[in-house]
C-alpha cells in the first residue's frame, strides 16, 4: 500500500487537488522523500524472513526513487530534482542500516 501511495504522488501533475493539499502541510519535500523511502526500505528488510531477500527489496527502493524521479520529467507541473533523489537514497540507506538490529532485536523476542 505504502508503495502505491509513493508512486501515485510521485506522479500526479503538481495541479492536481492530492498535491495541492500536500503542499499545505508546509513540510519541507525532502523530509517527505527521506521519510517516504526510509519507510520502504525499513518494512522490508525487518519483514522478510530471508535476510538477503529483505534487504536486496530495501535496497532496490533507490532504483524504484530514480524511476519515480526520472517520471516527474513527464508529469505537469513537476521538475526532475537531484535534491529528491539525494534524500530518497539518504532514506533507503538509514531504513536499510537502521532495520538490521531490528531485525535481530525482533528474532530475538
Known amino acids: 500500500m505504502l508503495i502505491c501511495c509513493v508512486v501515485i504522488g510521485s506522479l500526479l501533475p ?5 498535491m495541492v493539499d500536500i503542499g499545505r502541510l508546509h513540510i519541507n519535500d525532502k523530509v517527505m ?13 525487518i519483514g522478510f524472513r530471508d535476510r538477503r531477500k529483505g534487504l536486496m527489496a530495501g535496497i532496490s527502493m533507490f532504483f524504484l526513487g530514480i524511476l519515480m ?3 516527474q520529467h513527464f508529469s505537469p507541473g513537476r521538475a526532475v530534482e537531484l535534491g529528491d533523489v539525494v534524500a ?6 538509514c531504513g536499510t542500516l537502521l532495520g538490521l538490529p531490528i531485525r ?3 528474532a530475538i523476542l
Not at 14 to 18: E, L, Q
Not at 88 to 93: D, H, I, M
Open 33 to 45: 522523500h527521506f521519510c517516504a523511502y526510509f519507510a520502504l526500505s525499513l518494512l522490508p528488510v
Open 88 to 93: 530518497n537514497g539518504v532514506g533507503v540507506s
Open 69 to 71: 524521479e526520472a517520471g
Open 14 to 18: 503538481a495541479a492536481n487537488p492530492v
Open 104 to 106: 535481530t532485536l525482533i
